[in-house]
């Protein structure tokens, strides 16, 4: 069988990284690492699936029983990957999914060299601030962190492989469909249909 691919999947908050992931997730072909962080719920989240919502101390137990295949404070909060929701998984030859920020992404690429990396940016700054405005749930005050948080992130972009600008979400869902369809034909990638082909000989 062969072995799932781990996908790191980033963008600055107010990208439409989720919305992107809701419509890349209607193909079964595709699981989510759910993070686990400290951060309170939004309006509309459920435990266990939005995300795994722990306590700090919960967090840092599960650090300190090394549970975690990443983790960082971002925006003053917590947020990880639990082992757990990638690798029995990819050994099952589903590819995974982990929706995580910079800071966790250079991390996993350190760990897991063989990921792919995809990185979501806005069509602008203007359009960004925005989209966090329209939001509703945060002050202006967090809003502009968010944003200076966002620039010093777009700047690491260069660190991925692919990068697809979320302007019309259906062309960002389609530009990602088309990186996986790429990375899937590489040579590296097709050594078992290789050796099929071969063994016909």
């Known amino acids: 069988m062969t072995k799932g691919r781990l996908i ?34 939004r309006q509309g989240e459920v435990n266990g699936v939005s995300y795994h919502f722990l306590s700090r101390e919960d967090f840092n137990k599960k650090v300190e029983a090394d549970e975690f295949l990443e983790h960082a404070v971002y925006c003053e909060n917590n947020y990880g990957t639990l082992k757990s929701e990638v690798d029995p998984y990819l050994e099952k030859g589903i590819d995974v999914i982990l929706e995580i920020e910079v800071q966790g992404a250079m991390k996993i690429r350190t760990i897991r060299p063989d990921a792919l990396f995809v990185f979501i940016v806005p069509p602008s700054i203007k359009e960004l601030r925005r989209r ?31 990068i697809i600008v979320n302007d019309a979400l259906e062309d960002a869902v389609s530009d990602f469909f088309a990186v996986i369809r790429a990375e899937k034909l590489k040579s590296e990638y097709s050594r078992e249909l290789i050796d099929k082909i071969l063994d016909e000989v």
């Open 8 to 41: 790191v999947f980033s963008a600055p908050s107010g990208c439409g990284k989720g919305t992107m992931l809701e419509e890349i997730l209607k193909n079964d072909s595709f699981r989510t690492a759910v993070s686990a962080t400290t951060r309170n719920p």
């Open 132 to 162: 966090l405005n329209k939001r509703g749930t945060e002050s202006e005050e967090v809003i502009e962190k968010r944003v200076a948080q966002a620039a010093g992130e777009i700047a690491l972009a260069g660190n991925y492989d692919y």
